[in-house]
């Protein structure tokens, strides 16, 4: 091995001081005193030196050392060239050169972190990293945009997202997954919350994961509601029209037939109801083609309250029923304004239909930031078993409805990429809201 250049400082000293201690007891032995003071002198002189040189060399070790721990390369050894150099120039050399190796490799280090850290909050799962203790380590911004807090100290702070948080997250096993539910003030969360662990410097972390599938799952239904109605309006239409067509010609058909007048006629008569009913049949399943043939938004920038203005225009009759609600600030909304218009219409007639005297359109911001338009009304309510299928496809309460109003209205909502909700109580009211994502 090539030994350092700079080793030979300290060794010439230590052969020079020894030297120094040899001449002088010769010296002293032989009765040299003049001599014998000059060579003490010598001695002293190198001593001083070589501790000269080792408390230089001390503090340069420390200094040195500060640098590392502290990462405050500017106050290295060699970092001020102007300086007094009483140390061997190859030995600074030597020091700046594993300061910047070290340098270099923290910040290719920091560079990682800082890039892993971005992509953490770029994805929208919220991730939450804590010690098995509870004690909160690094949560990305998904998670707190979701649980409406930006530095929690320990998973025990998460009670007032849910109170049941805590204890899952205690609970939590690595490879575990559940899903569970949870209902805001403005909208309903669906949580998909997964868990992992590793083993970092010695300590055990867990890696809670936790996505919100709501609206996921809205689009799995709405896609096999669409894909439903597609085969049931296919097959029915195919069978449906081969009967018009021969109740038709039998109709003509008819007069000539043998038999007496009064069961021609009759059977005239039914072979019309059996027509009339396979047109009715037509057109109801036209209808339901309305649902899975939505044309895609035109989404533009709107103004929440003009929107909601024209809407109350459009609607407000004589029982002056209608009233609009909004903040001060200016709210917009990236939507198609008619598809839209056409929900909030859509809401309007089923309050009325529900007996609502007073129904009230109103806008605002949810904790998470988005968008929301609300119809308001205290007519009679829905009943609990009826909230729940509201929103299925040829599901209605109404003698005369055809039970599309609402799915068109959530499947509008889909293509916005929101959500529709309603809350709502027997003899009290409902409440829809119509969620959009954040802008």
Not at 42 to 67: D, E, G, K, P
Not at 223 to 231: D, F, N, P, S, T
Not at 272 to 295: A, D, W
Request: glycine fraction near 6%; charge should be negative; proline fraction near 4%.
């Amino acid at each position: 091995m090539k030994k350092q250049a700079w080793a030979k400082t300290p060794l010439w000293l230590t052969v020079g001081l020894l030297a120094c201690c040899l001449c002088s007891a010769w010296l002293a032995v032989h009765g040299f005193y003049i001599s014998l003071c000059v060579a003490l002198c010598l001695t002293a002189f190198v001593a001083y030196a070589i501790y000269r040189y080792i408390l230089h060399s001390a503090r340069a070790m420390a200094q040195f050392i500060w640098s590392v721990r502290y990462s405050e390369f500017l106050s290295s050894p060699a970092a001020h060239p102007n300086a007094p150099q009483t140390l061997p120039e190859e030995l600074l050399t030597e020091m700046q050169d594993a300061l910047e190796h070290y340098r270099s490799n923290l910040q290719k280090k920091e560079s990682q972190l800082q890039y892993f850290q971005a992509l953490a909050n770029h994805i929208d799962m919220a991730v939450l990293v804590y010690a098995p203790d509870g004690q909160m380590e690094w949560i990305n911004e998904a998670a707190k945009r979701l649980i409406h807090m930006e530095h929690p100290r320990t998973v025990d702070d998460l009670t007032e997202f849910h109170p049941n948080l805590p204890e899952k997250l205690r609970t939590l096993k690595a490879g575990d997954l559940s899903v569970w539910q949870i209902k805001e003030e403005e909208e309903t969360v669906q949580l998909a919350l997964s868990g992992m662990e590793f083993i970092i410097q010695g300590r055990k972390l867990l890696i809670a994961g936790m996505k919100n599938i709501h609206s996921a799952l809205d689009s799995r239904e709405t896609e096999a509601w669409q894909k439903l109605i597609r085969v049931l309006t296919h097959e029915i239409m195919n069978s449906i029209t081969p009967i018009i067509s021969l109740t038709e010609l039998l109709t003509k058909y008819a007069d000539s037939l043998e038999g007496d007048e009064e069961t021609k006629t009759e059977m005239k008569q039914m072979l019309q109801t059996i027509g009339r009913r396979g047109n009715g049949l037509v057109r109801f399943m036209n209808s339901y083609r309305e649902v899975s043939h939505l044309p895609q938004p035109i989404l533009k920038l709107c103004n929440a309250e003009e929107l909601l203005e024209g809407v109350l225009r459009l609607m407000q009759n004589e029982a002056n029923d209608l009233h609009l609600s909004v903040p001060a600030v200016a709210l917009r909304v990236i939507a198609d304004k008619e598809q839209i218009e056409q929900v909030l219409i859509n809401l309007i007639r089923n309050a009325r239909e529900n007996e609502a005297t007073q129904i009230t359109l109103s806008a605002g911001i949810t904790p998470g930031n988005h968008l929301f338009l609300r119809v308001t009304d205290n007519g009679t309510g829905i009943e609990p078993e009826v909230l729940e299928r509201i929103f299925i496809p040829f599901f209605t309460t109404k003698p005369t409805g055809s039970g599309i109003g609402l799915t068109i209205s959530r499947q509008i909502m889909h293509q916005h990429h929101g959500s529709i909700t309603v809350q709502s109580k027997t003899g009290e009211g409902s409440t829809f809201t119509l969620l959009f994502p954040v802008v």
